[in-house]
DNA sequence: AATCCAACCAAATAGAGATTTGATTAGCCC
DNA sequence: GGGCTAATCAAATCTCTATTTGGTTGGATT
């Protein structure tokens, strides 16, 4: 019954891809709906078609896509039950992946958490806010029970899993912020990297590769 | 000559950390002259007073204050000429610590230099923009060339260090994002914690600490 | 006691930008 | 073909804010 989604109509998706983009380039606050129209040949009005809540609600959106994606290869690697190192390795690198593979919705996980923390507690979008924040625990959790249980068996160094974790987070995210496609390294390098650094910060030095 | 600082009078750096705490809480884009005005028991307007150049020169001044304060311990460090890795550990507890110390300001320099960069090029502000983002080069080059030393005398595993570095400051600079006074641990501490993970990541265990 | 000036404030000014509204267009279904 | 609705647009609305302007005020200076 609705309209076929002809040549011309904008999906939803690259609109939240065009929103990811500029809200990375000026910032949700900074960000102009007529900026993330004009990426996707429509009107700042026209927008409000597909997301009736507007500049908030593509921020949303676009967080929750960006977790969604994360949260299930974390979700899948948690499945195979591999020990520790292992699964960190592949935590790490699934994460770092992900994040250079769509360094808007990266950044924006990154940068626009305050935005949304500084939502007023009435505000309409408040239940979904918060259910975001809730998923973004998760994620967080995920790392750390995988390094305490590392721990526990012995696997790993004694750390600090908090802390350890929330440096680990960190320098994951930083990634957005500095990746460059044309760089010297692909995103397959630098999750590698990355991989091996923490690990071998938890004292679990790489299982020996080539000479 | 001029009147004597009353009572009522605002100091330049007062009104620098209320522009840094409002900057945190609600990012550059989105904090008003109010909102920071208000923090200081001024209008507005006033603050142009104290600042001719506005929200853009507010914002120079806190990124910078805090760089100045973090590139002279780093190069305080550096003069003395330790050994790679005792220097590292203290450049990395130098500046979590700074970052602990002082929040709102460690918050400006992550997250509000995307600002930065999407300043037009012909603003009147962009040499002073030019001049911060030289220096914030200087301060993440004093990290690497400290990393490649190691590297090069044997104190440290090979890293690729671009890398590493990011890797490091990226963790450093997320501290500014999860840290709370009140939390479970003090900037010391958690300074001595960063210190060691990522010399550890190095290959190079604490020096056998108590037990 | 007359002047000066830093430090303020209140009230414009000037725009920018999110959101709303009323129309228009073009496939789809009958 | 006629009617329906999705997808758009153009042109208001309506607020919110940076910045400007003109005016106070009170201690300093002389």
Redesign the pocket.
């Known amino acids: ?6 040549d ?3 999906h939803r998706t690259d609109i939240l891809q065009a929103a990811a983009t500029v809200f990375r380039e000026r910032g949700y606050a900074g ?4 900026d993330i ?1 004009r990426r996707v ?6 927008l ?3 997301f009736p809540a ?3 609600d593509l921020l949303l959106a676009v967080l929750n896509v960006g977790m969604d994606n994360v949260l299930a290869q974390l979700e899948s690697i948690l499945a195979q039950n591999l020990p520790p190192d292992e699964t960190l390795r592949q935590m790490i690198t699934a994460h770092a992946l992900a994040v250079t593979q769509n360094v808007s919705v990266g950044a924006a996980m990154v940068f626009e958490i305050r935005t949304l923390i500084s939502l007023a507690p009435d505000d309409p979008s408040a239940a979904e806010r918060d259910a975001f924040l809730a998923r973004r625990a998760t994620f967080e959790r995920h790392f750390r029970t995988v390094i305490e249980r590392g721990i526990q068996r012995g696997v790993f160094r004694q750390v600090e899993a908090g802390i350890f974790t929330k440096a680990l987070l960190g320098a994951q995210n930083w990634i957005s912020v500095w990746y460059r496609e044309d760089g010297k390294l692909n995103g397959a390098q630098i999750a590698a990297h990355m991989a091996e650094t923490f690990l071998a910060a938890l004292g679990c030095p790489k299982n020996e590769g080539s000479t």
């Open positions: 019954m609705p309209r076929k989604p002809a011309q109509t904008v960000a102009t709906m007529a129209a040949r429509l009107t700042a009005g026209s409000y078609h597909h507007g500049k908030q």
